[in-house]
């Protein structure tokens, strides 16, 4: 399914391509569909079109070269999760440890068709492998649906553990209770953390029944009830040691985070706002209560590694927050089903399965 404009997507035959000693052809069997999503196919991220979106792609693998197989460690037949994130694995970001930041960095998904060989997105069939790739090896026995949450829950021990350090006994706040939040929620159960707190809106009462099931201890809908306000009974006046803001387009939640972390605590800002300014952002407060303010984006290999043994474990139910399966040629139906756009029919986690 190729995006070749503003909320347009084409089915097209693209052509498979050859591959070289260092790269490999991947079969997929889910594609994983998420906030950013929706952003890239309302315009909101400017990527280049026409393109392949998709960028949470789950598969097998078809072909590979010699030089990939030994360095990736997989072969012909292999399951594979695939890292959004293309880095030179060369430049001084890169060496320093942030190969995410990469200073050439590429993502698959917003790789247009006219780059040679153009299958650079999960919404396919097949998905090209370039040589500075990195995947991660996964159990065929799971159902890929389950298996291509590796993404999301890869997010939510990066953002919600890895990032601000959260200890065992740590009091966490999530704002916003979607896939993100959710796996938020599973990753700062699994850290240990004391008390956990997820807010969200009066239609997410769903959700707030998942995250309860995960491990939540309280869930605060922001249209009935003054989160911060909340959070402060709830925490006896301190404050959070943790805010992970996840929320898609409000800005609200970030002028929240500042006045519901306790003093020297964290507070991460994962959720896009479409570039937004944020209104009544008074910084002051981080100033005399020397907050710690960090910006998340991507995942990196720690998280995703901590994701695919927490679902390889079944220890948790992530399948609960899984809600639909949608054929590849449904790509846009799947998009705006998760934007809730499609009356009576929310959805938490969904993929595309294409066949096979």
Not at 4 to 24: F, H
Not at 292 to 305: C, H, K, L, Q
Request: aromatic share 6%; with cysteine.
């Amino acid at each position: 399914m190729v995006q070749t404009g503003v909320g347009a997507l084409t089915p097209r035959d693209v052509p498979i391509p050859d591959i070289d000693d260092d790269s490999a052809l991947l079969e997929l069997e889910a594609c994983g569909i998420c906030g950013s999503d929706y952003e890239q196919f309302e315009g909101q991220l400017r990527t280049p079109i026409p393109v392949i979106p998709g960028h949470e792609p789950l598969g097998v693998i078809a072909r590979i070269g010699e030089r990939a197989a030994v360095r990736w460690g997989v072969d012909v037949g292999d399951r594979v999760a695939v890292e959004t994130m293309l880095a030179c694995h060369h430049c001084e970001t890169c060496l320093g440890g942030a190969y995410h930041l990469c200073d050439n960095r590429k993502i698959y998904s917003y790789i247009p068709l006219s780059e040679p060989p153009g299958l650079w997105g999960g919404y396919s069939q097949y998905m090209f492998l370039h040589g500075n790739s990195v995947v991660h090896r996964v159990s065929p026995d799971l159902a890929p649906e389950i298996a291509v949450m590796f993404n999301p829950l890869g997010a939510g021990f990066r953002w919600a553990v890895e990032m601000p350090n959260t200890r065992p006994g740590d009091t966490v706040v999530i704002l916003g209770p979607g896939q993100r939040g959710l796996a938020s929620v599973i990753a700062c159960r699994e850290a240990g953390a004391g008390t956990i707190v997820v807010t969200g809106l009066e239609v997410d009462a769903e959700k707030f029944r998942v995250a309860r099931a995960f491990g939540a201890d309280h869930c605060i809908d922001v249209d009935n009830e003054d989160p911060v306000r909340r959070v402060r009974e709830i925490t006896g006046g301190r404050g959070a040691d943790v805010v992970v803001e996840v929320s898609a387009y409000a800005t609200q939640p970030i002028v929240d985070a500042m006045k519901m972390v306790r003093m020297g605590g964290t507070v991460v800002l994962a959720g896009m706002k479409g570039f937004k300014a944020v209104e009544n952002f008074v910084s002051d407060l981080v100033v005399v209560k020397e907050i710690n303010i960090r910006g998340a984006i991507g995942v990196t290999s720690s998280g995703y590694r901590s994701a695919i043994r927490l679902i390889e474990s079944g220890r948790v139910p992530v399948e609960l927050m899984h809600t639909h399966n949608f054929d590849l040629e449904d790509a846009e139906l799947a998009i705006r089903t998760l934007a809730g756009q499609v009356p009576d029919d929310r959805s938490i986690h969904s993929c595309l399965i294409p066949p096979r």
